[in-house]
């Protein structure tokens, strides 16, 4: 059945280091929505794309936050450098501008030590 | 501004029923939704309402929404250990696809 994926499911790295985070949406769908989902701040949406533009990312840290999607099938989130506060689990959703529904999928649960 | 409001833990016996409330600001919202999210896991879809129903029912889950007081809640009938989970109220509106959370409500069930 169709899921969305994101890859890695698990990453350590340490402060400083680059991390890149992957996510294929469903086939078809044409919005991916990246969201951070912390204990202390709950689900935030960092970044909203429909056919694979930007279409509002004011709630990601510009100055090392960085998303894109370089094709319909892939969507990726960048942190440049990154920190130990930006240790959270990381999900991707899609979803079709025909309907008001999200998939979600499993999320990456990013630890910087 | 937007705001969507939740109750952080809701603890209930199992076979009781369980009544997750939450609170919405944007009486212009056109979609109400409830996520399930069990540990570990991401946000499932679990149900949604039109803002123009009051009510929805689907197998052990019933949704009310009352627009006048801007409440929406859902039920779940004979509550089972596999229920445990995180519950997540979000509104959208018709024009815009994004969503609008709760801080979400952790279900806790008793033996």
């Known amino acids: 059945d169709a899921r969305v994926t994101q890859t890695p499911r698990h990453k350590v790295t340490e402060m400083g280091q680059e991390v890149t985070m992957r996510c294929q949406p469903i086939l078809g769908h044409n919005t991916v929505f990246w969201y951070r989902q912390t204990m202390m701040q709950g689900l935030e949406l960092l970044a909203y794309?429909?056919?694979?533009?930007?279409?509002?990312d004011s709630g990601m840290p510009k100055d090392r936050f960085s998303a894109e999607m370089p094709d319909a099938t892939l969507a990726t989130l960048k942190i440049q450098p990154s920190e130990p506060r930006d240790s959270a689990v990381y999900f991707c959703a899609s979803g079709s501008s025909s309907s008001h529904e999200q998939y979600f999928g499993p999320g990456t649960r990013l630890t910087v030590t | 501004g937007e705001d969507v409001e939740q109750s952080l833990f809701l603890s209930v016996r199992e076979g009781d029923s369980s009544v997750i409330n939450c609170t919405y600001t944007?009486?212009?919202?056109?979609?109400l939704y409830w996520y399930k999210q069990e540990p570990g896991a991401g946000l499932q879809l679990l149900t949604y309402i039109f803002s123009n129903m009051d009510m929805k029912q689907d197998q052990r889950l019933t949704v009310l929404l009352n627009k006048k007081d801007k409440h929406l809640s859902l039920r779940i009938a004979d509550t089972q250990t596999g229920d445990s989970a995180i519950y997540f109220c979000?509104?959208?509106?018709?024009?815009?696809?994004?969503?609008?959370w709760g801080a979400g409500t952790k279900l806790i069930i008793k033996p």
């Open positions: 944007d009486s212009s919202s056109t979609y």
């Open positions: 794309f429909r056919n694979r533009a930007p279409l509002d």
């Open positions: 979000a509104e959208s509106m018709n024009s815009n696809y994004q969503l609008i």
